[in-house]
């Protein structure tokens, strides 16, 4: 049996043969190809250079998904050698009618690539590492590449959704959240609902995949445990979903945005100025506004009430879950510089995170955030604070100017995501360069 190069980059290679009759399980050099594993199968001819069509028959070529180490996946092909093309085609046929019946592979993507996310290398990425396993996965694309903020979700309220399995989205965390706000605000609207206040929203109708390539890739991360583009694109062609709650964010009058996470304060403070500071590069920008902000730190007066949710015992363990029906709120009040930055610190850490007497934690359902408005002869100051947007929130690290009273609900499983329950994989710390 000769080696020779593989036709994937970054995949590697086994050989074996075809022998007897199974359906769900191919042996290649004493090991077992699981069916489940697999996401490609093609004949394997050769040609010469040039050659599109034809060539000598060699055998058949299955590509599969293979776990590597920590939470890594990569793609693999697996050649079996056989020169017959009855007995070639047969088994072909064969193996991708198993293929066709595993039932979340999605067919058909509509993909969003945002070429300004991190250092532009969205479209880079999407190309060279997410476009090719698509296309060996017999996945038809339809690729938008985002022109301006607000591009996909202008997309996402006319286009056809019905023509598609599932939307993908190549950036970071805001163009993610944008994507899904529209996916979600496009689903309000095929329902009938009026999309300005919405109180019950329907589902997505088709999951979310998610190519980190931004500068923050936190969705990414919780999804895949790891931020690596080949990683998540298998994720998606093997049909890895699952459900995931979501919250809306609304004025008492009107729908703001369906999202997954939010910061109101400091979080939301540093990226307001961040956005000031658009001029600077993107990591400078972001270290700049966290120190600043830091350093010209004071508390966010404002009243807050919440609803909390009552989790039985027995069903404590479902408490860091993406999908139960809860948010966490945490609040931090009444420290000194000193010791939040000592809180800040060990954000990323998993261990004694929120430890602290001046830290509360809660598992809730709902929150009101009223800001609260001055009296008295400062009073004069609420009309052109509130004009400048001076109650910024951070939603999913877009920023929402000027609302007054923001009301935070979360919605069980609106959304199919892309991904597996990260509680199986193994975790591996975030990190901040500015503390
Ligand atoms: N062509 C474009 N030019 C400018 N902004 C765009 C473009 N396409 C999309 N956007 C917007 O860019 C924002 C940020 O994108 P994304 O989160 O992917 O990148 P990022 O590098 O993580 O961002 P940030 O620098 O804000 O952290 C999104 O809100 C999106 O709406």
Redesign the pocket.
């Known amino acids: 049996m000769s080696r020779r190069k593989n036709r994937l980059k970054s995949g590697e290679r086994q050989e074996g043969k075809m022998k007897g009759d199974s359906s769900v399980a191919l042996q290649a050099q004493e090991e077992i190809i699981e069916m489940k594993d697999v996401f490609s199968v093609k004949l394997k001819r050769r040609r010469f250079a040039g050659q599109k069509k034809g060539g000598t028959l060699l055998g058949i070529t299955i590509f599969k998904c293979l776990n590597k180490e920590e939470n890594k996946l990569t793609d693999c092909a697996v050649h079996l050698n056989n020169l017959s093309e009855d007995h070639c085609q047969s088994w072909f046929r064969h193996l991708k009618e198993i293929l066709n019946g595993f039932q979340n592979r999605p067919k058909s993507l509509k993909v969003f690539v945002?070429?300004?996310?991190?250092k532009r290398e969205a479209t880079h990425i999407y190309y060279e590492k997410v476009a090719p396993l698509f296309k060996l996965a017999d996945i038809k694309t339809d690729v938008t590449v985002?022109?301006?903020?607000?591009?996909?979700l202008s997309v996402l309220k006319e286009f056809e959704l019905q023509a598609f399995d599932g939307v993908v989205c190549v950036?970071?965390?805001?163009?993610v959240s944008?994507v899904a706000h529209g996916l979600l605000l496009r689903a309000q609207i095929d329902a009938g609902k009026d999309a300005d206040y919405v109180s019950k929203p329907v589902r997505a109708p088709v999951p979310l995949g998610v190519i980190p390539a931004?500068?923050?890739n936190v969705l990414a991360h919780t999804l895949y445990g790891i931020k690596h583009a080949v990683t998540a694109t298998l994720h998606i062609v093997m049909g890895h979903i699952q459900a995931v709650d979501v919250c809306t964010f609304s004025t008492p009058s009107k729908l703001l945005r369906f999202g997954f996470s939010a910061m109101f304060g400091f979080g939301a403070r540093t990226l307001a100025l961040a956005e000031k500071h658009r001029w600077m590069p993107?990591s400078q920008r972001k270290d700049f506004a966290f120190i600043k902000t830091l350093a010209d730190l004071k508390p966010e007066e404002c009243e807050l009430s919440f609803l909390p949710l009552q989790i039985l015992q027995e069903d404590s363990h479902e408490k860091d879950r993406l999908n139960n029906g809860s948010m966490a709120l945490i609040v931090v009040q009444n420290t000194s510089r000193t010791e939040f930055i000592k809180h800040l610190k060990r954000y990323t850490s998993a261990k004694n995170q929120f430890n602290f007497p001046f830290v509360e934690t809660y598992t809730v359902r709902e929150v009101k955030v009223q800001p609260r408005l001055k009296s008295g002869p400062d009073a004069r100051e609420n009309v052109c604070l509130n004009a400048e947007g001076n109650h910024p929130w951070n939603i999913d690290?877009?920023l929402m100017k000027g609302a007054s009273e923001v009301h935070v609900r979360v919605h069980p499983q609106l959304i199919d995501l892309y991904g597996v329950n990260t509680d199986d994989l193994e975790s591996s710390p975030a990190t901040c360069n500015c503390i």
Do not use: L, M, Q, R
């Open positions: 945002n070429p300004s996310s991190h985002t022109e301006y903020e607000g591009h996909a950036g970071g965390d805001g163009s944008e931004g500068t923050t993107s690290g877009d």
